[in-house]
């Protein structure tokens, strides 16, 4: 049972699994519960512990491209212009997607060639682990300002239309497998 003792103006707090855990202040009965759970959790399945951040949505596909950096391996990428808001009055959030997911690659790769021709292409999507990043544009109207890309990780591709006709896409036989495997 988790144990709680004061030490000068620290809280030492002892969970189950005998960690010792300093905090200023009152200790959270939860707070010793939840380590117990996560530890108990990480030594069951005896791997390293990650919190995944997803967004799932409809958005349309574009710039799918191969990208050679200077170092490491080239890769597969895209943007995905997700739909928000209210369908009167819809606005658009863009990803800079690398393609992650083993069925989603073949997926984007199919749809390449659509998208290549500029037909419309939407797909229901699950993108991991964005994150913004700055850049300064090197033409246009804006060249030499400074601009903001949010980037992630396209893990998977549920379903794709392209000009309004559904497509019968490959599907993994356990999605939950596949996509904890790309993240």
């Not at 393609?99 to 073949?106: D, I, L, M, T």
């Not at 992630?152 to 559904?166: D, H, Q, T, Y």
Request: charged content about 25%; hydrophobic content about 40%.
């Amino acid at each position: 049972k988790p144990v709680a003792a004061r030490l000068g103006g620290f809280v030492i707090a002892s969970t189950q699994s005998g960690s010792s855990i300093p905090v200023r202040g009152m200790v959270s009965p939860f707070l010793c519960e939840k380590e117990t759970i996560m530890s108990n959790q990480a030594e069951a399945t005896n791997q390293s512990s990650f919190f995944n951040l997803h967004v799932e949505g409809v958005g349309y596909l574009n710039r799918v491209r191969r990208v050679k950096p200077k170092k490491g391996q080239e890769f597969l990428a895209c943007t995905v212009s997700a739909m928000r808001g209210s369908t009167d009055d819809i606005a658009y959030t863009k990803f800079d997607c690398k393609v992650s997911g083993a069925e989603a690659q073949k997926i984007v790769k199919m749809l390449e060639a659509d998208v290549a021709a500029e037909k419309t292409v939407i797909i229901g999507f699950k993108i991991a682990d964005i994150y913004p990043e700055m850049f300064t544009f090197e033409k246009g109207d804006r060249k030499g300002e400074l601009g903001v890309s949010i980037k992630g990780r396209l893990l998977r591709v549920k379903f794709a239309k392209v000009n309004g006709e559904s497509l019968d896409l490959p599907q993994p036989a356990y999605p939950s497998d596949v996509e904890s495997a790309a993240a």
